[in-house]
């Protein structure tokens, strides 16, 4: 069984669009929404393709209208997008994100799987770095062969006792210094993190195109094409490089 896992599309349509894995399965780890400007067609793709999805704390938000303001770095940029993203799906779309499962188990291949968009403890928002011993204090008492996790924007796969953790990255923003969309391939025995090229000028030129302010735009054309949103004399000031983990109680909003 060839088994596609798919996470953080955050409306990015150009590179969402770019994944052209043929498959027997496809899981979705969360996160449809913000960021980007296309949620509609993203939200479509998930419905035809994906045979499990989970809701991560953007579609959580999207649909539910939470309203973030003030902040710095990527909780600014999730202020600043998400009126685009309530403004741009409608009735059918938010109810789709609202009624997706926090975690899911499920039986494939003859493996159990966990999905889950953060960690088995809190499913929404903490964040879990690709280190065993976080891990295995996470997976106490969680009786799967394979949990499936998202929301760091940073790919991994890594065995923890008798339990493979993995992590796909992102599709539509990823974090770790690396533009190109993330994905990964369970065949048998085999996981592939794996990388494609997309048209990022396109997400680029959507993301100019939009009434968004100037600064969020700035600071995602330079997260499409570099995969970091670094330090900048403060402008863009979201802590730390984003190719470094940030702190296990921060959320990676």
Not at 10 to 39: I, K, M
Not at 79 to 92: C, N, V
Request: charged share 20%; aromatic share 6%.
């Amino acid at each position: 069984m060839r088994i596609l896992i798919v996470s953080d599309i955050h409306a990015n349509w150009p590179a969402l669009s770019a994944v052209r894995e043929s498959c027997d399965v496809c899981l979705f780890l969360g996160d449809l929404v913000d960021y980007g400007t296309d949620p509609v067609p993203c939200i479509d793709w998930v419905r035809r393709n994906a045979h499990h999805s989970i809701r991560g704390n953007h579609d959580h938000g999207a649909a539910h209208g939470v309203t973030v303001t003030g902040g710095i770095g990527f909780k600014y940029l999730t202020g600043a997008t998400r009126p685009l993203t309530r403004q741009a799906i409608g009735e059918a779309d938010r109810r789709f994100l609202a009624e997706l499962p926090v975690t899911k188990a499920l039986t494939l291949d003859g493996k159990r799987f966990l999905l889950v968009h953060a960690t088995p403890r809190d499913p929404l928002d903490e964040v879990a770095p690709a280190d065993a011993a976080f891990w295995a204090r996470r997976l106490d008492g969680v009786e799967a062969d394979i949990v499936c996790t998202g929301h760091t924007h940073q790919q991994y796969a890594i065995e923890v006792g008798h339990t493979l953790v993995i992590n796909p990255g992102s599709i539509g923003l990823p974090r770790d210094g690396d533009p190109r969309a993330g994905y990964v391939v369970v065949e048998g025995t085999q996981v592939a993190l794996k990388r494609v090229e997309y048209p990022v000028d396109e997400a680029v030129r959507a993301v100019e195109a939009s009434p968004l302010p100037d600064k969020a735009k700035e600071m995602l054309a330079t997260v499409y094409r570099t995969g970091t949103l670094p330090l900048r004399n403060g402008s863009f000031g979201n802590g730390q490089p984003t190719n470094t983990l940030p702190g296990n109680s921060t959320p990676a909003t």
